[in-house]
């Protein structure tokens, strides 16, 4: 039996409110390939969540983890302590450690250099919480941020340092990957003649699985500007990080 088109409707378009039980979660993947956008682990696609949407998803990703906890046989309506983790472990994704993918920014206002300020300044250390994309497990660190700034260069606040760096660790990162994000966030931000980072952290993926090795450490470095060029320069700042 042939049934009678809606000359309204385009061919093959979903009818109006045809997208009612789609998961939001969808729906935002779908926003992201439309524009072409990276959605990777370590990518921010905060732009691409509608107003109310990550509540949608808080609960999306609850009922996912319930499944989860169901496959793992976890008897979670009689056992008192796992009676509401799928909604603990969604809320601390998605609102908590790795609220750096869902979020806008940290408002970072810029002031002009003034004083024309032109010496080495290190920020640090700055703690730093993150999980690496691998595993999920917490990665534990410090890092140190040394700028050389020229007559140019926007002066922000010392404290927006460390929510810069909160907002790029907040996601599921490899170290080597979030230390040249931060790099790239603070330059844009600042514009200095150079930019050095140095990041040391604690893998709980080598120490709490794997080989289990508690005291090992992951050390990188970024430079740029000057700190590359300039051998002098780059010693002053690292003579000057109380590792």
């Given at each position: ?61 609850t ?95 010392l ?5 810069m760096?909160e ?7 490899i ?10 966030l ?32 992951m050390?990188?470095s970024v430079?740029?500007?000057?700190f590359?060029k300039d ?13």
């Amino acid at each position: 039996m042939l049934m009678k088109t809606d000359p309204d409707q385009t061919p093959g378009a979903a009818p109006q409110g045809g997208d009612e039980g789609v998961p939001v979660s969808v729906k935002i993947r779908e926003r992201l390939k439309a524009a072409r956008q990276r959605f990777h682990s370590n990518d921010n696609i905060a732009e691409f969540i509608q107003p109310g949407e990550l509540d949608k998803l808080l609960d999306e990703v609850t009922r996912k983890m319930q499944g989860v906890l169901e496959s793992m046989v976890i008897d979670t309506e009689s056992d008192h302590n796992t009676g509401d983790t799928a909604r603990r472990v969604a809320k601390m994704y998605l609102k908590e450690v790795f609220a750096g993918r869902y979020v806008k920014g940290p408002s970072v206002t810029e002031f002009p250099n003034a004083e024309h300020l032109n010496e080495l300044m290190i920020v640090g250390p700055i703690t730093v919480r993150s999980a690496c994309s691998h595993h999920f497990c917490p990665v534990i660190g410090k890092l140190w941020i040394g700028i050389m700034p020229n007559e140019h260069t926007n002066v922000i606040g010392l404290s927006k340092y460390a929510r810069m760096a909160e907002w790029i660790m907040g996601r599921p990162q490899i170290q080597e990957e979030a230390v040249i994000q931060l790099a790239d966030l603070i330059q844009d931000k600042t514009q200095p003649d150079g930019l050095a980072i140095v990041m040391e952290a604690s893998h709980y993926c080598m120490a709490w699985r794997g080989v289990k090795d508690m005291d090992s450490k992951m050390i990188n470095s970024v430079m740029r500007g000057v700190f590359l060029k300039d051998a002098n320069l780059r010693r002053e700042f690292l003579s000057l990080i109380p590792r």
